[in-house]
DNA sequence: AGAGGTTACGGGCAGCGTAAGGATC
DNA sequence: GATCCTTACGCTGCCCGTAACCTCT
């Protein structure tokens, strides 16, 4: 008889374009794997994936079939919802944050989701938004908080929190008069988010636009080593101010103006539009909640 | 987490009222029963049957959920049909059928319905149109072939066939010129179905009608033991004729008319409006079918 | 050669049936 | 006391994980 294992197993194995992948999402083993679909085949006398090739594919009467599969996992986490009990609905949730997020009020979003649902457990992923956005695509992660707008119709987002970008260093470094010019930043390291990410190309073509050798741009994909380096004297750097408040209040580091625009960073919380994962909408809901009330946010 | 068999038993259990008789229409014991009832409780976080009285009756949050388990069973059975190999549509068939069904088409539908859903099982119950139609009511028959027309909203009916009526003697017994009157027989025993059956009535009220004695009526469960009697020369008997081909074609009975209009016997397919079982409609419009060719029907 | 899926096999645990124990009418 | 559900317990069978094998690119 169809089982639910078996329907589930057929979804992922389905979204993730593979047994492995499916194996690694439902925490087991891809033997498992081939086994429940075995025996869901058998169940439905029908072969729902090509394995001949390179990767497992959809037959077409699976691409029919998958919808009902998906029908039946909402309808379940609908019925557990119906129930009630917050108490009782488990699951996993992988997570995607920017790291930005991480040093605000992650940690506060982590508290009260598991005060609601403390079944529920999280697979957190920090990385910067393209790969974050990838992920999502890939049905790697459930939903991210990542920077908006989100182009993809495939992804729904709503906004969270809108953080300024500013300019940082420690007080003993001398500075022109504010704003300080960028020919007077050639020479100075400039530390901020890694390659890929806004900040980090903004700058670099705001010098070649301006006729300036290129900067001495230090990307690096860790949010505190970059805070570190800059108490260390080695730059100046470009980060949202609200996560280093602290170091801002007791004075080991002072925000100053540079003559160029800063746009502020937006975070969305992004998770595909899938069937099943009402949760992914709680959590964002959630998200919003915990963002709008924490000092620093921008409100549009 | 949620598992269909825990929900199959919860539906079964609420229909059924009881988990007794859940373990009986699921063949397994009652403590089964308790258990996958007791699970999904705990995986729902919510009590669905309130057990403190002399019934298991369903509390109110039972009853909201219970729409949602309906439906993810339906959700699995078109899902089993959709895939198309009916080779693999599994599932019992509690069917209820008057004795002249079992005695004409009923076999080659069995024959039918084996060779086209061949892991499909049936469980047979021949009983009277009144018993049928509590059972179905009571969810004990998922569909009964049994007079017609029926009145009750709940359960959908089509019409199958209809056979007429008609007196039947062995030709030895000597009897008055046709239409034979009723006087003539007071004398005679009747053999007819039961006594909770249309016809029984019908000749016991007619007797009583026209201020003659009563009739000497022989009301039969069993509708061979009728013929068997007649062949036998105990009375005269009233039965729908297609049931006696053979013995009229040979000459060991006969038919006469006498002085009653006997209604043609009308029999319908009837099912409960069950948001699942979609089998209950497939095997009654099977039943269509074998009915309209076989000789002896009298279409509407 | 490596990634991905299948087959083979042994062990652990969920779920069943039996049997005995309450609760309600 | 009869009916219905629950609890206790031993057992079976299924499903999983390990490991070896097969097949494509």
Not at 97 to 110: D, G, N, P, R
Not at 124 to 153: K, Q
Not at 162 to 181: D, G, H, M
Not at 228 to 255: H, K, Y
Request: glycine share 4%; hydrophobic share 45%; aromatic share 6%.
């Amino acid at each position: 008889m169809v089982d639910f294992k078996s329907v589930e197993t057929f979804v992922w194995a389905a979204r993730l374009g593979g047994f492995r992948a499916a194996a690694h999402r439902l925490n087991t083993t891809q033997p498992a794997i081939s086994a429940r679909i075995a025996q869901l085949e058998q169940d439905l006398g029908v072969r729902l994936f090509d394995r001949d090739h390179r990767k497992a594919a959809l037959t077409p009467k699976g691409a029919d079939l998958l919808g009902y599969a998906e029908k039946m996992l909402t309808l379940r986490s609908e019925m557990v919802e119906v129930a009630g009990e917050k108490a009782c609905i488990r699951g996993v949730i992988r997570l995607g944050v920017a790291e930005t997020i991480v040093h605000t009020w992650l940690s506060q979003l982590i508290e009260r989701l598991h005060a609601l649902y403390p079944a529920v457990s999280l697979e957190i992923d920090v990385d910067v938004t393209v790969n974050l956005r990838r992920s999502l695509l890939s049905h790697d992660l459930d939903i991210a908080f990542m920077l908006g707008p989100v182009p993809e119709p495939k992804l729904k987002s709503r906004p969270l929190c809108s953080y300024p970008l500013a300019w940082v260093a420690i007080p003993q470094l001398e500075l022109p008069a504010e704003p300080v010019p960028l020919s007077a930043m050639v020479e100075c390291p400039i530390i901020t988010f890694s390659r890929n990410t806004q900040p980090y190309i903004l700058i670099r073509d705001h010098f070649s636009r301006q006729g300036l050798p290129p900067a001495r741009l230090f990307g690096n994909s860790s949010l505190s080593t970059v805070v570190r380096m800059t108490l260390d004297g080695i730059g100046v750097s470009v980060i949202p101010p609200v996560i280093i408040s602290q170091e801002l209040a007791d004075g080991r580091l002072r925000l100053f103006r540079a003559a160029i625009d800063l746009p502020d960073h937006a975070f969305v919380a992004a998770y595909p539009l899938k069937p099943d994962s009402h949760l992914a909408q709680t959590v964002a809901a959630l998200a919003a909640d915990v963002a709008a009330q924490w000092p620093g946010n921008t409100p549009n």
